[in-house]
T-cell receptor
Framework: NAGVTQTPKFRVLKTGQSMTLLCAQD?????MYWYRQDPGMGLRLIHY???????AKGEVPDGYNVSRLKKQNFLLGLESAAPSQTSVYFC????????????FGEGSRLTVL | GDSVTQMEGPVTLSEEAFLTINCTYT??????LFWYVQYPGEGLQLLLK?????DKGSNKGFEATYRKETTSFHLEKGSVQVSDSAVYFC????????????FGKGTRLSVIA
């Protein structure tokens, strides 16, 4: 049982480059989330989705776009990377509703030079 | 808006010491409260939760009681082990709508033998 899988796990970008982080879950969960984790800031929600074809903004959405074309996948895109987007990104999913346990991926470390 | 405040780390304890990590919250209505744990190099995982006032969540020797009167959900363990070294996050979900988890900034715990 793979759970939540993020790819890639590490990436180095130059300022202005674009990239996409892929999150895949095999638990048939309705809800999916993208968080970023920075020292001293904890986890901050970037975007989330409550079902296939839906997305919503979280606390820090600027500079990111997302898509949920398939229920099992949630993509996070950076169109023009900036050094401020250097972070560890975590994807999570939950079965339904906000009381549901979140299952997290192992994280993707992104460095923007 | 809803928020979670937890004690600043890092916390360093000797093995078998008593652990308390303080967590207080601000929320309208009756939120559900959670503790998540992040072991080195991994994503977060649910440690325990409580969904109504006076509920006690417990798991792996850790406990936390939902105190509405003091808006707190402090994490405790009677005797910590080296394997408990991790970052601990307090979190809440608001009582209404589909608003995702709000996390505290995390408290790093180091247990030394």
């Amino acid at each position: 049982n793979a759970g939540v899988t993020q790819t890639p796990k590490f990436r180095v970008l130059k300022t202005g480059q674009s990239m996409t982080l892929l999150c895949a879950q095999d638990m048939n969960h309705e809800y999916m989330y993208w968080y970023r984790q920075d020292p001293g800031m904890g986890l901050r929600l970037i975007h989330y989705s409550v079902g296939e074809g839906t997305t919503a903004k979280g606390e820090v959405p600027d500079g990111y776009n997302v898509s949920r074309l398939k229920k099992q996948n949630f993509l996070l895109g950076l169109e023009s990377a900036a050094p401020s987007q250097t972070s560890v990104y975590f994807c999570a999913s939950s079965l339904a509703g906000v009381d549901g346990e979140l299952f997290f991926g192992e994280g993707s470390r992104l460095t923007v030079l | 808006g809803d928020s979670v405040t937890q004690m600043e780390g890092p916390v360093t304890l000797s093995e078998e010491a008593f652990l308390t990590i303080n967590c207080t919250y601000t929320a309208t209505g009756y939120p559900s409260l959670f503790w998540y744990v992040q072991y080195p190099g991994e994503g977060l995982q649910l440690l325990l939760k409580a969904t109504k006032a006076d509920d006690k969540g417990s798991n792996k020797g850790f406990e936390a009681t939902y105190r509405k009167e003091t808006t707190s959900f402090h994490l405790e363990k009677g005797s910590v082990q080296v394997s408990d070294s991790a970052v601990y996050f307090c979190a809440l979900t608001p009582n209404s709508g589909n608003t995702p988890l709000v996390f505290g900034k995390g408290t790093r715990l180091s247990v030394i033998a």
